[in-house]
């Protein structure tokens, strides 16, 4: 008899099911980050009033794009890893591999597409432009390409 109630009696999967949704729910979320930025400095450019440089690492998820966007200044951008193409407004698209430089002028509009499907592209950015000015005019959403 006591088998029998034993078998009847429902399985509960909570235990197990709620720490596995949320860890799958976490997984999800950071797939979907098409960008990552950290902002390693920014400060004032002594001898050039009203002018600052800001330098960051970014971190483009496969199969991402930057989606188009200026900066208010100069740009050079340092390939740590992986591989991309750097579109700019009026020049032909430029393939990029670690160890490459791209320069981009001021105002400029570009976009950097990750051309790996398995792994990340990594820059170390340098920018000098006007103090107060947002670092980054998005005209287009990041996204995921096809």
């Given at each position: 008899m006591h088998k029998e109630a034993a078998m009847r009696r429902p399985l509960n999967f909570r235990p197990v099911g709620i720490p596995l949704g949320m860890i799958g729910t976490q997984v999800l979320s950071a797939q979907q980050t098409p960008l990552k930025v950290a902002l390693?400095?920014?400060?004032?450019?002594?001898?050039?009033?009203?002018?600052?440089v800001?330098?960051?690492?970014?971190?483009?998820?496969?199969?991402?794009?930057?989606?188009?966007?200026?900066?208010?200044?100069?740009e050079v951008a340092y390939v740590l890893e992986g591989s991309g193409t750097r579109d700019i407004e009026g020049m032909p698209p430029v393939t990029a591999r670690a160890g490459d430089v791209f320069y981009i002028p001021s105002r400029k509009v570009h976009e950097t597409k990750n051309a790996s499907t398995t792994d990340p592209l990594k820059l170390l950015v340098f920018r000098i432009h006007e103090k107060g000015q947002p670092i980054t005019v998005r005209i287009e959403d990041l996204y995921f390409w096809k």
């Open positions: 390693l400095l920014q400060t004032d450019v002594v001898g050039m009033e009203g002018k600052e800001v330098v960051q690492f970014s971190e483009l998820a496969p199969r991402a794009t930057s989606g188009k966007h200026s900066h208010p200044g100069h």
